[in-house]
C-alpha cells in the first residue's frame, strides 16, 4: 500500500501551483481527480509542446492523475461538483488563478457537512491587498518579488527564465500546507482551510537578500551576468571542455581555488580575502581566473576541486541529465505516457526508502481515468502521549518533535517551517563550530563581541526553534543527542553525507533507538551519489542542475538565477518528504530514512526542456526574456535610472488591450494579429512600441495603467523592496520581532495561512545554547550539577570556542 492511497484529492481550476501540490499527493499513491471542462485544462495548451503536439509542461504537472470532464452548462454541473468534493479528504482550488469554466460551488456548505475536508485555495496574490486583483504570470510574479532584477548585464536589461518557477514553489507550499493538516485530522479528525499566495510562495528565494539588505542598507544591486552579491566567485565559467560552475565563500575556499589555478598572487592579496573585497576587483580577478579555466576540462577541474573540497561542478547540458545512469536509477529521471507518446520527465524528489514514490506514470486524457486499489482508510497510529488531548493543538504539527543537525538555508529552512506549523524543533549547535551561517567572513572581534549573534540571516532561519549546543564528538555529548533523538518524531540533517553516521548517528543506529524516527539526510548529492563528496552551496545546485542551460540569449552562456537558488527549493522540498514520512509512521509506527538529494530538487525548473529534448533530440530554444508562448513578453526600462517592468500579452484580448494602450490602435484592430504566432513575426516591432511607452513612465505608474487594463505587468523589484512593500504590508507578511543583540527586525510569514492573518511568530531564533538547561533538565531530566558538569567540559555552553580552545580546530561539521 502507497503512503497516500487511502486519500482522494480532487483539483479544480487551472494554476501550475494547485497542479503540481496535486501531483506531489499522486507520487505516493493518493486517488487525484482532475476536474476539466469537455475542452480540457488551459495548461494542456501551454509550451513547449512534443512532437505531437501536447504539453511537456502539463505532461508533468499530471502524470497519475485521474481526469474528470464537467460541462458548466450541463443542468446537472453543481451537483456533479458537489458530489464529487463531498467523497473527497483533500480539496485543491486554482479558480482564482484561472477559472477554466469550472461550475460554480458552495465551498462554505459543504464543509459544514465535512468537517473532516481539508481545503486549499491558491491565488496569486492572496485574497486582499493591492494587488490581489491584479493579472499575472509567473515571470511578472517574479520580478515583484525581487527575483529578476538582480539578473543579467549591469547595463541591463534584467534576465530571467520564461515560467515554471513561481508554480513549482507554490505547489510545494501547497503541499506542506494540506500534508501537515493531514497529520492533524489524525489527531482530532477535522479538516483546515488554507489560502495560499503565489507571490508569497516565491518570497523564498528573496528571504536572504531582503534581510542581508535590512542589515547592510541599500547595497544590492545587478552587477553582471553570473555574478551575485554578497559573495564572489560565486558564477559560471567557460573551460577548454563544457563550463563549471564555481562559488567561493569562505577564506579557505578562496585560497584553495587560488592555489588549485596556480593564482598564488590573488590567493596571498590582503584586498582580496574576504568576499567584500574580492567584488571591488571582480573584472581584475575574473581576467586572471578565465584564461587559466580554459586550460582544462570542467571535467578535469571537478576532479581537482573533489581533492581539495572546493564547491565546483560541471554545468549539464539536458542531453546530459537524460543520460545520466545515476539520476534514472535514482528517479529523477522517469518514463511518462502521453497518450501514444512515451517520454522523460522529472519525478519525485521526495526520496523515502521505505516507502518510495512512483516512478513516472501515464498522463490523463481529457476525461480518463487512472486505476487505484481500492483501499480502506488505515487506522492512525497515535502516539500514547497525544492520545486524549486532541483539542488542546492548535496548530498542525503541534505534539511532534524534531531534532534539528542542519546548517545554513536549506536545512534550516525545511525545520523552521516545521516549526512555524507547531513542532517543537530542537536545533542542535557546539559552542566548537555552531551553525555556519551565523558568519562566514570572520573580522576583528567576532568572538569578543559575540558578533555571531547578530546575523540577519542565521536569525530569519531559525525562528521558533529551541537552541541548544551539544559537543557531538564527545562520548557525552553524543549520548545526550542520542537520548533527545529517541523521544523525537523527526531528525534532520544536511552536513556532508558521512558526518553522522561517523558521529555513531547513521540510521541503522538510531531505528534500534527509536523505529519511529525518520531521519532525512540533505545532502546536496545523496548519499549513494558518485559525487557524494562534492562540496555544495545553494549556487552549486543551480549551476549543477542544468537549469542554467535553458536560460539567457541564444548562443549565450548559461546563466544562473540567484545567488543560492538550490538553498529554499531544498529546503521546502525536504519539508515536504519529511510530512509524507511522518504520516506513513503515525498509520504504521514505522520511521524510514529520507535521501534527499538537493541538486536533484532544482530539475523540476526545466521538466518541460528535459521532456521535449527525450522526443525530439534538439538542444532546448534559449528565449532570453521572450516566452514559448506568449507574445510579446519581455523586460522594459522605464523611466530613471535601472527602472524596468516585465509586461506580457497571455491571450488576444490581452493583446488588444495593450496594444491599444501604448498608442497602437492598429495593433490591436488588426485580426492577422490575434494569434501568438502571427505577432512572432514582428515581435521586435512590438518591443520598440511598448518601450517608446514604459520609457515615459515611472515603472510603477506604468505597472497600474496596464493592470487598469488588465494587462499582466509587474515592475522589477530589488529584494530590500519588499521590506516596504505596500501589499506585503497590509497582509502583515512581515512581522516585527525583538532578539537580543539585534533587536527588534523583520521575519517573514509563510504564504499559507488560515486566517486572514498569518501565524504568528513565537519565537526569535535562539542565542547559542539558549535552551540548555530547559531542555537538558525538562526533557532529560538532568540535575543542575550534571548540566554544571557539562559546562565545565564545554559539551554544552553558550558562548563560541576559538580555535585555540578547541580540541580540535579541524572538524568535520562544516
Not at 718 to 729: C, E, V
Amino acid at each position: 500500500m502507497e503512503v497516500l492511497s487511502d486519500l482522494r484529492v480532487v483539483e479544480i481550476g487551472s494554476a501550475a501551483g494547485t497542479s503540481y501540490c496535486a501531483r506531489l499527493f499522486a507520487d505516493f499513491g493518493a486517488d487525484v481527480q482532475k476536474v476539466e471542462p469537455p475542452a480540457g485544462d488551459p495548461l494542456r495548451r501551454s509550451a513547449p509542446l512534443t512532437p505531437g503536439g501536447q504539453s511537456a509542461w502539463f505532461a508533468f504537472l499530471n502524470f497519475n492523475k485521474s481526469s474528470v470532464i464537467i460541462d458548466p452548462t450541463a443542468p446537472d454541473a453543481m451537483t456533479r461538483l458537489t458530489a464529487l468534493i463531498e467523497e473527497c479528504d483533500i480539496l485543491i482550488d486554482g479558480r482564482d488563478v484561472d477559472a477554466a469554466d469550472c461550475p460554480a460551488v458552495d465551498i462554505g456548505a459543504i464543509r459544514e457537512r465535512r468537517a473532516g475536508l481539508i481545503y486549499l485555495q491558491a491565488s496569486w496574490f492572496g485574497g486582499e491587498g493591492p494587488y490581489a486583483r491584479f493579472a499575472a504570470t509567473d515571470s511578472t510574479v517574479r520580478a515583484l518579488a525581487g527575483l529578476v532584477k538582480l539578473v543579467g548585464p549591469a547595463e541591463g536589461p534584467p534576465s530571467h527564465a520564461p515560467d515554471f518557477q513561481a508554480g513549482i514553489l507554490a505547489g510545494l507550499w501547497g503541499f506542506i500546507a494540506a500534508a501537515s493538516s493531514a497529520i492533524a485530522r489524525m489527531q482530532v479528525g477535522a479538516g483546515r482551510s488554507w489560502s495560499l499566495s503565489t507571490f508569497e510562495a516565491i518570497l523564498a528565494p528573496t528571504e536572504y537578500l531582503m534581510f542581508d539588505a535590512f542589515a547592510r542598507g541599500h547595497v544590492t544591486r545587478r552587477i553582471g551576468v553570473n555574478r551575485f552579491w554578497p559573495n564572489f566567485p560565486v558564477g559560471i565559467y567557460d573551460t577548454k571542455e563544457g563550463w563549471l560552475g564555481v562559488s567561493t565563500v569562505t577564506p579557505k575556499q578562496w585560497h584553495g581555488f587560488c592555489e588549485m589555478l596556480g593564482l598564488f598572487d590573488l590567493r596571498d592579496h590582503p584586498d582580496l580575502a574576504s568576499n567584500e573585497g574580492r567584488l571591488q576587483h571582480m573584472d581584475r580577478i575574473d581576467r586572471q581566473f578565465i584564461p587559466r579555466l580554459k586550460t582544462r576540462t570542467a571535467q578535469e577541474w571537478f576532479s581537482e576541486g573533489l581533492k581539495r573540497r572546493l564547491p565546483i561542478v560541471p554545468v549539464p547540458q539536458v542531453s546530459d541529465l537524460l543520460q545520466d545512469a545515476e539520476k534514472i536509477a535514482s528517479g529523477a529521471i522517469v518514463r511518462v505516457r502521453l497518450g501514444d507518446e512515451v517520454g522523460r520527465t522529472v519525478g519525485s524528489m521526495q526520496r523515502l526508502t521505505l516507502t518510495p514514490p512512483r516512478a513516472g506514470g501515464p498522463v490523463p486524457g481529457v476525461g480518463e481515468q487512472q486505476r487505484h486499489a481500492d483501499v480502506p482508510p488505515a487506522e492512525p497510529s497515535i502516539p500514547r502521549s497525544l492520545r486524549g488531548c486532541a483539542e488542546s493543538y492548535q496548530l498542525p504539527l503541534q505534539g511532534v518533535r524534531v531534532v534539528d543537525f542542519t546548517m545554513g538555508w536549506a536545512g534550516p529552512l525545511c525545520t523552521r517551517t516545521l516549526a512555524d506549523l507547531g513542532a517543537d524543533v530542537i536545533k542542535i549547535e557546539a559552542i566548537q563550530y555552531p551553525d555556519w551561517w551565523r558568519g562566514v567572513d570572520k573580522p576583528a572581534g567576532y568572538l569578543e563581541n559575540r558578533m555571531y549573534e547578530r546575523a540577519p540571516c542565521f536569525c530569519m532561519m531559525n525562528r521558533n526553534k529551541r537552541g541548544v549546543t551539544l559537543d557531538l564528538k564527545r562520548t557525552e555529548g553524543l549520548a545526550l543527542a542520542k537520548r533527545l533523538l529517541a523521544l523525537a518524531d523527526i531528525a534532520v540533517g544536511n552536513y556532508s553525507v558521512n558526518v553522522l553516521p561517523k558521529l555513531g548517528l547513521g540510521y541503522d543506529v538510531l531505528r534500534t533507538l527509536n523505529p519511529r524516527l525518520v531521519l532525512m539526510s540533505m545532502s546536496a548529492f545523496g548519499t549513494n551519489s558518485v559525487h557524494r563528496d562534492c562540496r555544495a552551496y545553494g549556487s552549486t545546485l543551480e549551476q549543477g542542475s542544468g537549469l542554467p542551460g535553458v536560460i539567457g540569449a541564444a548562443g549565450g552562456p548559461p546563466v544562473m538565477s540567484h545567488i543560492a537558488f538550490g538553498d529554499p527549493v531544498g529546503g521546502l522540498n525536504g519539508c515536504a518528504a519529511v510530512l509524507v514520512a511522518l504520516i506513513h509512521a503515525r498509520k504504521t509506527g514505522q520511521g524510514q530514512f529520507i535521501d534527499l538529494a538537493q541538486i536533484d530538487c532544482m530539475m523540476p525548473f526545466l521538466a518541460p526542456w528535459i521532456t521535449v529534448h527525450s522526443f525530439d533530440g534538439m538542444p532546448p530554444p534559449k528565449y532570453g526574456n521572450r516566452h514559448p508562448q506568449h507574445v510579446p513578453h519581455g523586460c522594459f526600462r522605464c523611466a530613471g535610472e535601472d527602472n524596468w517592468i516585465i509586461v506580457a500579452a497571455t491571450d488576444a484580448a490581452m493583446w488588444q488591450r495593450l496594444a491599444t494602450l501604448i498608442g497602437r490602435p492598429d495593433w490591436a484592430k488588426d485580426a492577422s494579429l490575434k494569434l501568438p504566432q502571427a505577432r512572432r513575426a514582428i515581435e521586435g516591432d512590438i518591443e520598440k512600441g511598448i518601450e517608446a511607452w514604459t520609457l515615459a513612465r515611472d515603472a510603477d505608474q506604468a505597472m497600474f495603467e496596464l493592470q487598469a487594463v488588465r494587462v499582466a505587468a509587474g515592475t522589477a523589484r530589488l529584494p530590500i523592496d519588499m521590506l516596504k512593500n505596500p501589499h506585503l504590508g497590509s497582509r502583515a507578511f512581515l512581522q516585527e520581532v525583538h532578539r537580543a543583540f539585534v533587536g527588534l527586525h523583520p521575519q517573514p510569514s509563510m504564504p499559507i495561512r488560515e486566517n486572514v492573518t498569518p501565524y504568528p511568530v513565537r519565537t526569535a531564533a535562539p542565542t547559542l545554547g539558549q535552551h540548555n538547561v530547559e531542555v537538558l533538565s525538562g526533557i532529560l531530566g538532568l540535575s543542575d550539577a550534571e548540566i554544571e558538569q557539562l559546562e565545565r567540559d564545554h559539551i554544552i555552553g553558550t558562548s563560541m570556542l576559538s580555535e585555540a580552545e578547541r580540541p580540535n580546530a579541524e572538524h568535520t561539521l562544516n
